[in-house]
């Protein structure tokens, strides 16, 4: 069974930062793709930030340039640095793993959410 687990989330004012951290456990081969994912109330989830195993990245328009998504093969992790912290970011993030290979075959995960709320 594999877990996501997330941790970070809070409440920021906007111009501020927040580091999520996200790490996967169980009987893991390999995780093709990590990222983060974000659900506000009322609109649909979004993919903000991902990397591939091979180090490439994709970002949501919204956050290029505010946001830097990194992680660590070897460990599972994922972790998203959000700076320049916008009311607009104020959603749930869930953490995603895209084709994670374990002894039972390949699935895809997802993490049960942090909460960042970005006050004014």
């Known amino acids: 069974q594999v877990h996501l687990v997330e941790s970070g989330g809070g409440l920021v004012q906007a111009g501020g930062s927040l580091t999520l951290s996200c790490a996967a456990s169980?009987?893991?081969?390999?995780?093709?793709?990590m990222g983060w994912y974000r659900q506000a109330p009322g609109k649909q989830r979004e993919l903000v930030a991902g990397?591939?195993?091979?180090?490439?990245?994709t970002y949501a328009d919204s956050v290029m340039g505010r946001f830097t998504v990194s992680r660590d093969n070897a460990k599972n992790t994922v972790t998203l640095q959000m700076n320049n912290l916008k009311v607009g970011d104020t959603a749930v993030y869930l953490c995603?793993?895209?084709?994670?290979?374990?002894?039972?075959?390949?699935?895809?995960?997802w993490g049960q959410g942090t909460q960042v709320t970005v006050s004014s």
């Open positions: 995603y793993g895209n084709r994670v290979a374990t002894p039972e075959g390949v699935s895809d995960y």
């Open positions: 169980g009987s893991i081969f390999s995780i093709k793709l």
């Open positions: 990397m591939e195993r091979d180090g490439r990245v």
